[in-house]
Each structure stands twice: as structure tokens, then as C-alpha cells.
């Protein structure tokens, strides 16, 4: 079944469309959860939520690519249950990954206006866009799976330390490039 077919099914209120999800993106929704959370049931739950989001947002929304749509959800579902459950106590890799990042996005607490959300949004997926092929899937590896840098190194055949290198040089370039674009 296609991705658009799927999206009628919500926006038709069918409720085979969770079960079309289940079985096209259930797997894949419990890698980023279980990236996150590290927990099967808490990602088995944040899955069941992905899908109950999407079938909340659907009507209005139409994504045009479901796959990054449910990812974008089920990311946010996890990040969100990670930092309850972590309120008390630090650690972990997931705490990792948001603290590398901090240093070229900050975040002072008060929310972001929707303009500038959306225009960081757009300057982050037009710098991840540009990057090299193996710089790009290493990035996303580690901030968008939130995968340990010691996996990173085993998929792709390098030391760990050219992992943390080649991620400390993307991070230092996309923060020039969001400083370039004045959004830091």
C-alpha cells in the first residue's frame, strides 16, 4: 500500500489506516523510539502514541512523506518521555546527543516563535541536505536515531574517534551556518 493511499485511509477516518502504518512503519518508529528511550515497553507505547498522533493530525495535515512524518512524531513522543522520566537524574545517551547538540542550538527555556522555528527547521534540513554522503548519515545516525557513537563507528568501518571528530566538525559547521543565516 502506498503512502498516499494510507493517508486517505486517515483522512477518510478509516481505521485500517493505523494498521496499514503498523505494518508499513511499526518497525521503524520502534527503532527511533527504542534509540531514545532504550526500553521496550516504553518504545511499544511510544509507537501505539505515534499512531494515535497521527490519527489526530490527520485531518488537517497531509503530510507528503509519511515516513518522515511518523518519524518526526514518534522522535518528539520519545524526547518528550525521555526528559519526564529523566527530570530527576542525568545520564545516558540520549542526554548525550541533546547536550552535543546544544552547543550550536540553544535554547533558553522560552518557546520559540512558529516563524522562527519553521525558518531554523528549514535551515537545519537545507545544511543536512549539503553534507557529504557519509558526513549526512553519520549525523543523522547520531542525532536523529540517537544511536551510541560506538555503533556509529561498527556500521561504517571507523574509529570511534573519527566518529566524534567528523561529528564535532559538523556541529561546529552548522553552527557557522546557522550564525551565517543570523538564527543564532
Known sequence: MTDAQIVEMYWNRNEAAVSA?????????????HGILHNEEDSKEIVNDTY??????????????LKTFLGKITRRLSIDKWRRKNA?????????????????ISQNGDPIAETEKAMLDKAINTFVRELKDT????????????QPIREIAKRFGF??????????RTRNKLKKS???????
Not at 52 to 65: I, Q
Not at 88 to 104: F, H, I, M, Q, Y
Open 159 to 168: 574509529s570511534e574517534s573519527k566518529v566524534k571528530v567528523m561529528l564535532m
Open 88 to 104: 530527576e537524574k542525568r545520564g545516558g545517551e540520549t542526554e548525550a546527543v541533546l547536550d552535543e547538540l546544544s552547543e550550536c
Open 178 to 184: 546557522l550564525e551565517t543565516e543570523g538564527l543564532l
Open 52 to 65: 494515535m498522533s497521527a490519527w489526530n493530525s490527520m485531518p488537517p495535515h497531509k503530510p507528503n512523506v
Open 21 to 33: 502504518t503498523s505494518e508499513k512503519y511499526g518497525t521503524y518508529c520502534y527503532s527511533i523510539a
Open 135 to 146: 558526513e549526512q548519515r553519520v549525523f543523522l545516525c547520531r542525532y536523529w536515531y540517537a
